[in-house]
């Protein structure tokens, strides 16, 4: 992957050892318990832990050289140590180097929901014809977002790289080294409003992207988010959505239920029939944006039409999950914003049913407008004509009462242990439940997973 002596040069340390400088460490490793034969060990310093204390114990395992601040009181030998004033900054110019090998397209997602479904759905479409590589579950943040780019190898023709944020200055510092050739924001909804303090905040600080962004390069945004059309910039832009000024404008949409949604997408080039195998009328904007990096990088209708046609969901992101009985659960339980909330019980809105439910819970990072946003989230369930809606945790309690000024069906638990008795009475055959809260706080994958247990269990 990388020799001692290039992995020094580029993080601008100081290199103790008898190995010979041109050994190649074949992989990084910031996590002492997931060590491999011949890897660098990066010596990370958390608010909760210190990777010094583990340098030991990961060369003993198998690493052959490790990044720190400060060198242990012995050396072993035929080890490499590389000493830096500050083994985060060292990961990133590493990181920055490694990319730097590599001359291939380099595209970079950001936005407040969406994320990750817009990086599949374009992963899918580019790999009918090229070779990606693609930010693994949830590698998006400052470790992660490097640790992606040292899994690049020669066969890869594209990256595909995923950033998430909670804090300004944090895209700025993920974009100065993946320099992205195509930098996309999805939306700019209010998920960490609290460390941003509102949706200005949140734009500015998902704009970051754009000082990575290389001055020939592309930029592709939400053209139906009146705040990203405010963006302007000296690279091109290319804009995606329902709008008359959109490049890529979809023009027709049609919801088939359960199996997904069909749509045109006309663009200068050409004019797509897509089917996407996925649930709600948002999916628009991954598909119209992947329509859009597809002609960037050279693919044909055909191919951009397979590609969309061959996406499948994401684990718990509006997952279709059919049990006995007529029971479907919609599994939308990896992460929660009132923008994505919204969106989902949209979906349960339109999806038809003999019986409907919604399980929804704590929306975290809302700052001031935790209270608001939860009762307006309760409200809109309220107002749907649910056969019952159950909201579960301390926020949610503004839920309930949302949902019950709007003359819904309602029911509040503390903790998901207590509602577990009411989910099993209401989910009777031919209901489908939607389930749906942060993932951090409320681990809703747990309320999924109790729902297939009711099926084996019938």
């Given amino acids: ?181 195509i930098g996309i924001i999805t939306n700019v909804g209010d998920a960490h409003v609290e460390f941003l303090g509102s949706r200005d905040g949140i734009l500015q600080a998902k704009s970051e992207l754009f000082e990575g962004l290389k001055p020939e390069g592309v930029a592709i945004l939400n053209g139906d988010d009146t705040l990203l059309n405010t963006v302007q910039l000296p690279q091109k832009i290319l804009r995606c959505g329902t709008s008359d000024h959109c490049d890529i404008q979809v023009t027709a949409m049609t919801d088939l239920g359960l199996d997904g949604i069909a749509c045109t997408v006309q663009t200068a080039q050409n004019t797509y029939e897509l089917h996407i195998h996925a649930l709600g009328k948002h999916m628009i904007y991954p598909v119209s944006m992947a329509v859009a990096v597809g002609e960037l990088l050279g693919l044909s209708k055909a191919e951009i039409e397979a590609g969309v046609a061959g996406y499948r969901g994401v684990d718990n992101r509006m997952n279709v999950v059919r049990l006995g ?73 503004d839920m309930e009462k949302g949902a019950r000024d709007a003359g819904g069906n309602v029911v509040h638990f503390a903790t998901k242990e207590d509602a577990y008795d009411a989910i099993g009475k209401a989910f009777l055959p031919d209901t489908l439940v939607f389930v749906k809260a942060s993932h951090f706080s409320m681990h809703f994958e747990d309320v999924v997973n109790y729902l297939k247990e009711l099926d084996i269990h019938d």
């Fill in 1 to 181: 992957m990388m020799t001692l002596a290039q992995i020094t040069t580029a993080v601008g340390g100081t290199l103790h050892t008898d190995l010979a400088v041109t050994t190649v460490v074949t992989a990084v490793c910031t996590d002492s318990r997931a060590i491999t034969a011949g890897c660098l060990f990066v010596a990370w310093v958390g608010e909760r832990f210190d990777g010094h204390d583990f340098i030991d114990q990961s060369l003993e395992a198998g690493a052959v050289a490790t990044i720190c601040r400060r060198l242990p009181e012995t050396l072993q030998s035929e080890k490499a140590y590389i000493v830096v004033p500050d083994t985060r900054l060292a990961l990133r110019d590493m990181a920055k180097a490694y990319r730097d090998g590599f001359e291939i397209p380099f595209l970079q997602i950001t936005g407040s929901v969406g994320k990750t479904t817009t990086k599949e759905l374009i992963s899918a479409v580019l790999s009918v014809k090229k070779s990606v590589h693609k930010t693994p579950a949830n590698y998006n943040n400052d470790i992660g977002t490097p640790l992606t780019l040292f899994g690049l190898r020669p066969e890869h023709e594209v990256a595909v790289i995923e950033t998430g944020m909670n804090h300004f200055g944090e895209i700025r510092y993920l974009a100065q080294f993946v320099q992205p050739d």
């Fill in 325 to 397: 009985q007529n029971r479907i659960v919609l599994d939308d339980c990896y992460n929660a914003s009132p923008q994505s909330m919204e969106a989902g019980l949209a979906v349960l809105k339109s999806t038809p049913a003999k019986r409907k439910i919604a399980i929804i819970g704590d929306m975290g990072e809302l700052g001031d407008y935790t209270q608001e946003a939860h009762y307006t989230i309760g409200k809109l369930a309220g107002s749907l004509g649910l056969d019952l809606v159950i909201t579960i945790g301390a926020k949610a309690a």
